[in-house]
């Protein structure tokens, strides 16, 4: 890593274009400019160091979306600080465990979860409460930048498959990851992003907030999604939002909500991830208009593939995730690390200045996701075509062999998405005394279909090889899903030994 300081975009703009529109919070209607943001960070920097906390604190939030977030994480960043929201969605005991791991000096909290246990040492404090003290505290000196490379923001990952663990992003990663959806998403300093999604994913705080921020563009910040709310502020002309992210269950809800007019928006692209999108859907929201732009990260490295917004290049690559974001180099590998000609699925392997340095707490963590030579291992399966366009074909550890073949379970999910009877599916490997492992599809039908088994093992049948047909089909009215929107297969297993 070089040895270089930590980026502070808003101080830039602050200077550059100070009457700019910086920062929105919708719920409340407050507003800065870039000159006013800048002051509002250095007010919540003084307020910060005047409860006491050092370079190296965590400052955790437990609380839904707000601009005071924002400005939280950046005064964090002038500070030394390490922000560290937590999911309120979690239960209690989910949270102490997360609270136990990262040891926090401060916790913001707006009453959105209840519960949990305060650590020895922390104080808890109401955001409201946070926020006032911040508006009367006046902005000292201006420090100095500290290192880029030094943790300035911890994200628990979702735990689809186990306890949480507090993944290390640095201004570094923040930036580049700006850097990398900028010019992918084609940012610019009249983009308006719609943060929506909660800050305590990375989608949420850090490619919804860096892109925009680094360029000089706007930040609208909502506290949580609302299909109907949310159809109503795309079609605002006045808001004249361009980039907003979902992932593709909340692009249906979206569309089968009121007020759906996507005619009237004016995004530059509706922009996806963190759950398969089949093909047919990306070009159904074509054909109205909407080029729907998939993409690829992860909380460990942010952006690292992404569609151009091309509207005939995302319909002949649908499916596709893209080509990697200027600062990222990826391969694609076989399980010996040995690298894979185009059109071979391998492990999808990344490097680049946006890449987590490590896990909070857990060295031995860090040592198991990089390769010996700094490569981070996604355990995500992919494959590269003649163009350069990435397909993510499923993750390492939901591929199962049956009759010796290789199964990945998203292009069967991708094939049942397409029958109308199919409302969302998922797939998992069980084992089968004849095959090794069978497919077993959990299927939610669409309204008013019922028993559809025959039809829908008669579609596979038509579409895929025989070895890929569920050899199992369950109906069922819901989908354990992490609160990313990610489905817990591990949750499905369970459900089938229960």
């Known amino acids: 890593m070089h040895n270089w300081l930590a980026p502070d975009p808003v101080g830039l703009h602050a200077q550059a274009r100070p009457e700019k529109l910086a920062l929105v919070d919708l719920a409340s209607g407050r507003h800065w400019t870039y000159r006013g943001l800048d002051r509002a960070i250095e007010q919540a920097r003084a307020a910060i160091d005047a409860l006491g906390l050092a370079p190296g604190d965590r400052l955790a939030s437990i609380a839904r979306n707000s601009a005071d977030l924002v400005i939280a994480q950046q005064a964090c960043l002038r500070s030394g600080l390490i922000f560290t929201p937590l999911n309120w969605r979690l239960a209690a005991a989910e949270i102490d465990a997360i609270l136990i791991d990262c040891t926090p000096a401060l916790i913001l ?21 946070f926020t006032a003290r911040c508006e009367s505290a006046a902005a000292g000196e201006r420090g100095s930048p500290h290192d880029a490379n030094r943790p300035c923001v911890l994200l628990y990952t979702s735990g689809t498959s186990g306890v949480p663990k507090g993944v290390i992003l640095t201004p570094q990663t923040l930036f580049f990851t ?14 308006v992003f719609l943060a929506e999604s909660p800050f305590f994913h990375v989608i949420g705080l850090v490619t919804s907030v860096w892109p925009p921020l680094v360029q000089g563009g706007t930040v609208l ?34 569309k089968d909500a009121d007020g759906f007019q996507p005619e009237n928006w004016s995004l530059a692209a509706l922009f996806t991830g963190g ?52 600062a990222t180099a990826i391969r694609i590998v076989d ?34 996701a990089f390769t010996p030579d700094g490569w981070l291992r996604t355990g995500d399966i992919g494959l590269r075509d003649a163009d350069g366009f990435v397909t993510v074909v499923d993750r390492r550890k939901d591929m199962f062999i049956s009759g010796g073949e290789n199964v990945y379970p998203v292009e069967i999910e991708s094939v049942l998405a397409e029958h109308p009877a199919v409302l969302q599916v998922a797939v998992i490997g069980v084992p089968d005394p004849r095959w090794g492992e069978a497919g077993h599809a959990f299927v939610i039908l669409s309204p008013g279909c019922e028993d559809a088994e025959g039809e829908l093992r008669a579609h596979c049948e038509a579409r895929l090889a025989r070895f890929k047909v569920p050899k199992h089909f369950r109906i ?4 354990p899903r992490t609160s990313t929107g990610k489905i817990r297969k591990n949750k499905l297993r369970e459900s089938l030994s229960a």
């Not at 959806?181 to 084609?186: A, D, H, N, S, T």
């Not at 185009?342 to 990344?350: H, M, N």
Request: proline share 8%.
């Open 109 to 129: 909290v707006d009453g959105s979860s209840a519960g949990f246990t305060v650590p020895d040492g922390a104080r808890l404090l109401d955001i409201a409460a």
């Open 178 to 191: 700006g850097v990398n959806f900028g010019v992918l998403g084609q940012v610019t300093s009249q983009s």
């Open 221 to 254: 910040v909502s506290s949580g999604f609302d299909p109907v709310v949310t159809n109503s502020r795309l079609a605002d002309r006045a808001l004249g939002i361009t980039h907003y992210f979902c992932v593709p269950q909340m692009a249906t809800a979206l």
């Open 275 to 326: 759950a398969p999108n089949p093909p047919a859907n990306i070009r159904w929201w074509l054909e109205r208009g909407v080029a729907m732009v998939d993409g690829y990260g992860m909380t460990e490295a942010g952006t690292i593939l992404g569609m151009p917004l091309d509207p005939a290049l995302i319909s002949n690559h649908a499916g596709a995730v893209g080509q990697a974001g200027p």
């Open 335 to 368: 399980a010996e690390g040995r690298e894979v000609q185009d059109g071979t699925a391998g492990e999808i392997i990344v490097k680049g200045p946006h890449v987590t340095p490590g896990y909070w707490n857990r060295p031995e963590e860090r040592d198991a």
């Open 476 to 479: 069922v009215t819901e989908l």
